[in-house]
């Protein structure tokens, strides 16, 4: 599996677990929803800022975020 859909994959089960939607936490980031699910699907990669951002919020080390258990 490529990395992109990795994090992907990660972000989207870190974000569901605190129950916040993808609504939300575009709002946030100043973004469309459509333009924060390109995240999710891997179809985009995230910047370090955005990177550091979410690992925050959603309280993941990036090792979770990139799957390095």
Do not use: H, W
Not at 2 to 18: F, H, M, S, Y
Not at 46 to 68: A, N
Request: charged share 35%.
């Amino acid at each position: 599996m490529d990395l992109a859909k990795t994090v992907g994959e990660n972000l989207k089960a870190a974000r569901k677990a605190k129950g916040i939607t993808q609504k939300q936490i575009a709002a946030e980031l100043n973004k469309y929803q459509s333009d924060y699910s390109d995240y999710e699907t891997g179809k985009v990669q995230l910047d370090y800022e955005k990177i550091v951002y979410l690992c925050k919020r959603f309280d993941i080390s990036p090792d979770e975020l990139f799957d390095f258990r």
